[in-house]
């Protein structure tokens, strides 16, 4: 029976990509209240594809935007798979260099050559949810779809999931499952598909200084008050030291050093610096000491500044000092930092820096934002060798295993929640600019990667519960 | 004669406010394109206000927005005075906060009691401006004004001036004169009217870090990219020691040392820290060690952001590396300090904290905008001292001799174009908001002012030229 869905995905491209299209076109952007309809309608739109191909579907009130859950009909003896993806996408801007526009889903080539369609949200995460959509569409034309499948597409994910979490606590019994599945990664390369066993964490903080109660004339007060934005500025320096490293106390407690197999592992693997940093127009990298490219991509902790905010900002120049600073600023985790501690931590250490430097007549603030620990899954289960076969079958190429710097922090509720590990089966390239601008996903990574989830759900469906 | 006109400047309050009303009312905002034919009829106001008096007085083009040349009768023997004012405005926004349109002149008292004008641009400076041509006037009324007068009004002052030294330059014969004479500074305080004879400089310089073409995502690429928000950070952070000094190599070549005079008679005005920054609701100042509030604004130099911008600055959190990250910096300066010195000496301090530092991957650009140099003018000369007594007589207050923080850029084009020393007979109030919502010029200021003016004419008439 496989063979013929196979053969159904890859004979019916257009009809997967124009119901695509209809799903992308919608701006369901959860950060924005103007867009909080848009959700529901993205929500609705799912429900209604999925209750057509015969699943118990709905959109589900939370107290944030809707989450979808749809199961098939249940059949005995067999395993339970929670597929899982969102439906909610990060803001469009900048608009400028949208070639085009984010909500008009567009196939075109890519700059070497590739066919792919071009859309905020077209890996991340509405293609690749609708990847499993489409293979689950095709096994129910053919028999049904050879395992139980829940699943859930929350609106949430691009602000820090606040009400997924609550919403599995209180319908534990109806997640119930043997395994999670998650399409929100990537392969490691064109033609080198990939599971994914390690994922980082992340604590998002944001500090802010705040002097007068407006912006002063720079010629009047400067010299005599308080400047948030030298201030801000002087805090963020103390954050790392010359070599890259950290220097926030406590920061590397807990850190899982690489083994020896691991880094002769990605040693092998082919990654080209050069060619990396060069599709990124950087004439170099540039990170802690000691440690290659894929190593601090993967496996070490990070803190970097993502905004800042102050003052004057328009063209030309207004000589103020400004009232306030801020800024937004992100430590990606590696297993097993403690996102708590990590946290706490981070506070503490502006908090001595502020007393240490004596400032006077500032107020120093610092707010905590999301927060996803790390997650490592074990490669030796029997669903990761599903998951590498079914993709072998998908792509007709040999998969590898490797490790992403992103955070899925679903993997750790799952995990505490439900108790069961998370299956990373995803399809993305290193290319595909995800919450930039021009984001797209290629299209045969679209329908190899429909291919394999199909296999997965069968070669999942044949194991002993 | 001098006591007809104080009789007939204290007897006309009513008639002096109306015509300035007048003046206020059309918005000749000099940065806005839209207000263009705004500030060519305020310019052409005020020319034709002097024409009534008798004055020869025109409207003249310039690349920009009109200047204002006007003359008395010349009487061969008696000194020249270039009054100097400007007949722009800044604009008036932000809006909301204005209790009366800032372009319909209302006259209502202040917090603290005191009846004043509010409108953008009450004292900045076309009140002060028109306490010059309503002095001239009633002069005029009585036998004309005992000094050679050539009064030039700009319109291009809050967009940094760029068509007057050109204009000055061009017209070197006909504003050839022995002394010039600027009202747009302020008062020590209500009740010390002040004569400055000291300004701050100024050079406004902006620093950009570029990386990567776009925004990337801090998961997949934090850790081997360089961040420049991070390194911009990191430049800013050494621009100060601990003790609030500018770290910047040469920056303090040439600064005159506050003499043990100066420090002693500063001491003496009436300051109070604790209101001061109660006022701006600080709990406290902070600046440079080793020097009280009044010299650190009036006599030290000064590095301040004025802006900072980088990447995702809306509410909750995005997690990107930002592309770019820049920052607005500007310097006061303070006697002896050169802007063009004062800017290759900030370059150069970025150039070499990014080579020590080993940054990899990140262009930094250094960029100018304006600057002025500081100016410092004698106090011992016989024109000072005139206004020193011109201002006793029309306060009757004794005045103090003061410095101030801001920059008169005009001052030092009078000192290397025409060769003359500048008096700055400013009648402000440091609670006038000057650029801020609810701009203000205390009637009394304006009155006693005009008859300071008055005053001022006749004895600079009497020197010997």
Same mark, same amino acid.
């Given at each position: 029976?496989?063979?013929?869905?196979?053969?159904?995905?890859?004979?019916?491209?257009?009809?997967?990509?124009?119901?695509?299209?209809?799903?992308?076109?919608?701006?369901?952007?959860?950060?924005?209240?103007?867009?909080?309809?848009?959700?529901?309608?993205?929500?609705?739109?799912?429900?209604?594809?999925?209750?057509?191909?015969?699943?118990?579907?709905?959109?589900?009130?939370?107290?944030?935007?809707?989450?979808?859950?749809?199961?098939?009909?249940?059949?005995?003896?067999?395993?339970?798979?929670?597929?899982?993806?969102?439906?909610?996408?990060?803001?469009?801007?900048?608009?400028?260099?949208?070639?085009?526009?984010?909500?008009?889903?567009?196939?075109?080539?890519?700059?070497?050559?590739?066919?792919?369609?071009?859309?905020?949200?077209?890996?991340?995460?509405?293609g690749q949810t609708w990847a499993h959509m489409y293979a689950l569409a095709m096994w129910q034309k053919h028999g049904g779809v050879p395992v139980n499948i829940t699943f859930i597409i929350e609106g949430e994910e691009e602000v820090g999931s606040p009400n997924l979490a609550p919403f599995i606590a209180a319908n534990k019994d109806e997640l119930k499952c043997d395994v999670a599945?998650?399409?929100?990664?990537?392969?490691?390369?064109?033609?080198?598909?990939?599971?994914?066993?390690?994922?980082?964490?992340?604590?998002?903080?944001?500090?802010?200084?705040?002097?007068?109660?407006?912006?002063?004339?720079?010629?009047?007060?400067?010299?005599?008050?308080?400047?948030?934005?030298?201030?801000?500025?002087?805090?963020?320096?103390?954050?790392?030291?010359?070599?890259?490293?950290?220097?926030?106390?406590?920061?590397?407690?807990?850190? !899982? @050093?690489?083994? $020896?197999?691991?880094?002769?592992?990605?040693?092998?693997? %082919?990654?080209? &610096?050069? /060619?990396?940093? +060069?599709?990124?127009?950087?004439?170099?990298?540039?990170?802690?000491?000691?440690?290659?490219?894929?190593?601090?991509?993967?496996?070490?902790?990070?803190?970097?500044?993502?905004?800042?905010?102050?003052?004057?900002?328009?063209?030309?120049?207004?000589?103020? !000092? @400004?009232?306030? $600073?801020?800024?937004?600023?992100?430590?990606?985790?590696? %297993?097993?930092? &403690?996102? /708590?501690?990590? +946290?706490?931590?981070?506070?503490?250490?502006?908090?001595?820096?502020?007393?240490?430097?004596?400032?006077?007549?500032?107020?120093?603030?610092?707010?905590?934002?999301?927060?996803?620990?790390?997650?490592?899954?074990?490669?030796?289960?029997?669903?990761?060798?599903?998951?590498?076969? $079914?993709?072998?079958?998908?792509?007709?190429?040999?998969?590898?295993?490797?490790?992403?710097?992103?955070?899925?922090?679903?993997?750790?509720?799952?995990?505490?929640?439900?108790?069961?590990?998370?299956?990373?089966?995803?399809?993305?390239?290193?290319?595909?600019?995800?919450?930039?601008?021009?984001?797209?996903?290629?299209?045969?990574?679209?329908?190899?990667?429909?291919?394999?989830?199909? $296999?997965?759900?069968?070669?999942?469906?044949?194991?002993?519960?």
């Amino acid at each position: 029976m496989l063979e013929q869905v196979l053969r159904d995905i890859d004979q019916s491209h257009d009809a997967s990509l124009n119901a695509l299209k209809e799903f992308l076109a919608i701006p369901s952007i959860s950060t924005s209240p103007e867009h909080k309809a848009d959700c529901r309608r993205c929500a609705q739109w799912a429900a209604n594809k999925l209750s057509a191909i015969g699943f118990a579907a709905t959109a589900r009130d939370t107290p944030g935007h809707p989450v979808v859950v749809a199961k098939n009909t249940h059949q005995p003896g067999r395993p339970t798979v929670l597929v899982y993806g969102h439906y909610d996408v990060q803001p469009p801007e900048p608009l400028d260099p949208w070639v085009s526009p984010p909500f008009e889903p567009t196939v075109r080539k890519t700059p070497d050559g590739h066919d792919a369609i071009y859309a905020r949200g077209a890996v991340d995460d509405k293609g690749q949810t609708w990847a499993h959509m489409y293979a689950l569409a095709m096994w129910q034309k053919h028999g049904g779809v050879p395992v139980n499948i829940t699943f859930i597409i929350e609106g949430e994910e691009e602000v820090g999931s606040p009400n997924l979490a609550p919403f599995i606590a209180a319908n534990k019994d109806e997640l119930k499952c043997d395994v999670a599945l998650v399409s929100d990664t990537q392969q490691f390369a064109r033609g080198i598909p990939a599971i994914t066993y390690g994922l980082r964490g992340l604590v998002y903080m944001e500090v802010k200084v705040t002097g007068a109660d407006h912006d002063l004339h720079s010629g009047l007060y400067g010299g005599a008050v308080p400047n948030p934005a030298n201030i801000l500025c002087e805090i963020l320096a103390t954050l790392h030291d010359q070599s890259g490293k950290v220097m926030i106390e406590n920061f590397y407690d807990g850190v !899982i @050093p690489l083994t $020896a197999g691991e880094r002769a592992e990605w040693k092998k693997l %082919p990654f080209n &610096d050069e /060619k990396f940093f +060069a599709d990124l127009k950087l004439s170099s990298g540039f990170g802690e000491a000691g440690y290659s490219t894929i190593e601090r991509k993967w496996a070490r902790p990070t803190c970097d500044i993502n905004g800042l905010t102050s003052g004057y900002q328009g063209p030309g120049a207004k000589t103020i !000092i @400004p009232s306030s $600073a801020s800024a937004k600023v992100s430590m990606r985790l590696v %297993p097993n930092q &403690d996102p /708590k501690n990590i +946290a706490e931590a981070f506070t503490r250490h502006i908090e001595r820096v502020k007393s240490e430097k004596g400032w006077k007549g500032v107020k120093v603030e610092v707010h905590a934002h999301s927060s996803a620990p790390p997650a490592l899954v074990p490669t030796d289960g029997p669903a990761v060798q599903c998951a590498l076969k $079914a993709m072998e079958i998908g792509f007709g190429e040999k998969p590898t295993l490797m490790r992403e710097g992103g955070s899925i922090p679903i993997v750790s509720t799952f995990k505490s929640l439900l108790e069961v590990d998370t299956l990373l089966v995803g399809f993305g390239l290193p290319d595909d600019r995800i919450h930039s601008p021009n984001e797209k996903f290629d299209l045969d990574a679209l329908f190899k990667g429909t291919r394999t989830l199909a $296999a997965l759900y069968a070669l999942l469906g044949s194991l002993k519960t």
